[in-house]
């Protein structure tokens, strides 16, 4: 009874806002552009750069109303929803150009509204457009989005598949302490608020070494457990999968009830609200891969991953038959899938990198049953920390990056410093990539001491001034291409 009568709020409250933003929508044209992406992605840093290059008029060739000089203006303007924190942009770029370093991990939702004056590209539509397009962006944690799948799941599903998932070879270790409390709880025992503590303890830290692990885990749900926001111990938070649920329906009074009902309120009160206010009102969408860091630490990884955006995407746009697709507004039309950061690449590499991730992206919207978007892909950088070069060693010549890697980076045992510009040969790609993929194969990977690409964080570029002392904006790989693909055509 409680959960129909959540439905059916949502539903008319959905059906409110879509209302309210088509009458809206008459006076000025406005976009909801989702930036989406597992934690360290690179959604801030793209949506502070994607900013940046519009009010700042940034090199955009791809970008066809910036290059045919339609656009007028571009400026921040107050935002549709005001109890949304603002997204801090001008924080964000002031670390970014002035002090050269990357704005922390995002640890709660915010939101801005761009907008752009245009010129209509064709003389007909000019007399009638009014030449105005807002696009409203939201930011917000990347572990966050990897609740959103747990809404279609039972706690028996929830539970099943972390332990599951749990028993990997990549996971397997790290989840060792967690699966022996586990072992020895009976879900059927009087509930109790200690081992319910213990468990929900020791099932978070194994999430949190999954983050922090080299290989590059995409981490489980739930998201919380990783950036609580402002739910920091509150028993919402305090459950945890339970091992050998059998069928049976939980007994009144154990722990098994207590922890599908904590489940399921963590469903109704905070996975839901996200989803409703957030997701479903989406126009467009980017979903931003660090297929970088999972590469380097090979197939499980890259399985791992393919299994994290495989059940995102079918969130987003769930086929005929979801009970998701009630709760949208509006259907997304556009989606690209872009490969992060491919300034850690000397650009002969770019290629490779776009087909691995058409490769992860067509799987992952074929097994999502995802229907009708468009769907493109990219390898971009939002931010180039890098430029490129040639070393000669010996008879050969290589082709480098060159760059200033951030203080404590290390490569074949050298430590830097954080001041030092450094050339680096990045290492290629593979050229199969199957390889890449093939987690029963052989390692692509020469050996795990020698990874096939060098991967370090580098520090933010030092921008440009021009002769009149005047900073450029941003360089960035392929930000255009993405920009012509998410907003061109409404610049038309
Ligand atoms: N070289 C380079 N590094 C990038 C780029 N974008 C992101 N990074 C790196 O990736 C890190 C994470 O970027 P963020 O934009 O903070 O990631 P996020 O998706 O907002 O992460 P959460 O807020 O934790 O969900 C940064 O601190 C940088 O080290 C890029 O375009 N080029
Ligand atoms: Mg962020």
Redesign the pocket.
Known sequence: MASSQTTFTDEARIALDTLSGRASGLFSPSMRLGVT?????????????LVHNLIHGGRLPLFEAQKSGRIARAFLEEQPDDAVPRFQYEDHIAALVNDRV??????AISELRLTIEYESASGWSRMFSSGKLSVDIV?????WLLDLPLLGKSFADFSREAIEMAALPVREDLSRAWRAISAEIDPNADADEMTARRLAESFAAYLKACKLDERALSTLPPGRFL?PGDLEGSPALTFAPLAGLGDRRPRSGSLHAMMERRYEAYKTHVVKPFFREHITRLDRQIV?I?AMQALNAGPGAMADLERAVTEILACFRPGRGSFLTDLFSRRIDRILVAA?????LHHESHDRLQAIVRRLADRAVARANFTGADVDVVA???????REGTVKQGRETLPVII?TP?AGEKINGETFDGKTETAIFPGDLPEKIDAVFDVSGPDHRQDSADPAIRFV??R?PKLERTAEGVTLSLP??RLDRALQFLIGDHLA
């Open positions: 992406g597992l934690s360290r992605a690179g959604k801030t840093v793209f949506i502070s750069a990357w704005p922390d991990s995002t640890r930011d917000y944690p990347g572990e950036m931003l660090d992060t950061k491919a300034d850690h971009m950088a939002a931010v180039r920390a890098t760059g951030i964080r580098f933010p960035h790989i």
